[in-house]
């Protein structure tokens, strides 16, 4: 599968972006007066998960658009013949006479 340079770069983004946010966050649910009665409650539990997952997607994310990038697997973007200036084709194709 080839990913245009744009969508490679916004998967590593995406990818760096799970890896800032998340940990962050869950830095602050660990602080809540909730999270913990007596050990682990469901409301720390829930918030574990959820980071530990966004972690984990995050991460597969960020190294598909790592590999687009590295890997020459990038494709540029396409453009239509027809939107370069002076060109004398219209889009669509030639017009026929008749």
Do not use: Y
């Amino acid at each position: 599968m080839t990913v245009s340079r744009r969508v490679a770069w916004f998967l590593l983004a995406f990818g760096v972006w799970s890896w800032i946010i998340w940990p962050s966050f869950l830095n602050n649910i660990w602080k809540d007066p909730r999270s913990w009665d007596d050990g682990m409650t469901g409301f720390f539990a829930v918030h574990l998960l959820l980071t530990v997952v966004s972690l984990v997607l995050g991460t597969v994310i960020g190294v598909l658009g790592a590999r687009a990038l590295l890997g020459g697997r990038v494709s540029a973007p396409r453009r239509n013949p027809a939107s370069r200036a002076g060109s004398p084709q219209r889009a669509g194709g030639p017009r026929r006479r008749g």
